[in-house]
């Protein structure tokens, strides 16, 4: 089947380290982007890639790495230099830049520093 | 700075009731408009508008794009408890590179 694909679910963190959430989608697609939610609010964009080996920066990207080596793969590191990151992360993927079309959600990973 | 502005950010009504959600935008380079229904985890897609005044309906539920008054409506009628979610807008643009803005996302609970 095709989709997107989070992991984990789960994640919990130590204060001061350094943890990546990863995402991966067979579903062709050029562009990718990682969201992070907080409780009862919006999507806040993180990063973003449209193509392999280019991303850019969202509205809060700092604290947050990417890599996008490969098509299929976009996976995010939460670093020790993200001061709150306990949030719910969401990964998302659309067909290309130039194209109209609706992205495409995995189901989450819910981030939580003990 | 790009941004989407969701109203109201929470609504509490009650079955059978009609609600109307907004969205508004100022985003450069403005490509599309959708809306995603959030119930749990992953968001679902419900519309996709990029034409002004056409109306896009499924079942109860409806959207309609105004480029005049960079906004949108997403129209629910007859509302179930299983509408009950936070309903997400967002705008695909944003100057030279394209990419996906959401807003704050409104909280629409509706009681038996």
């Known amino acids: 089947d095709g989709g997107i694909t989070q992991s984990p679910k789960y994640l919990f963190r130590k204060e001061g380290q350094n943890v990546t959430l990863s995402c991966e989608q067979n579903?062709?697609?050029?562009?990718m982007y990682w969201y992070r939610q907080d409780p009862g609010q919006g999507l806040r964009l993180i990063y973003y890639?449209?193509?392999?080996?280019?991303?850019q920066k969202g509205d809060i990207a700092e604290g947050y790495s990417v890599s996008r080596e490969k098509k299929e793969s976009f996976p995010l590191t939460v670093t020790s230099a993200q001061k709150n990151p306990t949030a719910f992360y969401l990964c998302?993927?659309?067909?290309?830049?130039?194209?109209?079309?609706?992205?495409?959600f995995g189901q989450g990973t819910r981030l939580t520093v003990v | 700075e790009d941004k989407v502005v969701q109203s109201p950010l929470s609504l509490v009504v009650h079955e059978g009731d009609t609600v109307t959600l907004n969205c508004s935008y100022e985003?450069?380079?403005?490509?599309?408009l959708l809306w995603y229904k959030q119930e749990k985890k992953a968001p679902t897609f419900l519309f996709m508008l990029t034409s002004s005044g056409i109306e896009k309906k499924s079942g109860r539920l409806s959207s309609i794009l105004d480029k005049k008054e960079l906004s949108s409506i997403l129209n629910i009628t007859a509302t179930q408890t299983g509408d009950s979610a936070i309903y997400l807008c967002a705008v695909g643009g944003g100057g030279a590179t394209n990419k996906l803005i959401f807003g704050t996302g409104t909280l629409l609970a509706v009681q038996p």
């Open positions: 985003v450069t380079n403005f490509r599309s």
């Open positions: 998302a993927s659309s067909i290309n830049r130039d194209r109209n079309t609706e992205a495409f």
């Open positions: 579903l062709n697609h050029d562009a």
């Open positions: 890639s449209q193509i392999v080996n280019d991303f």
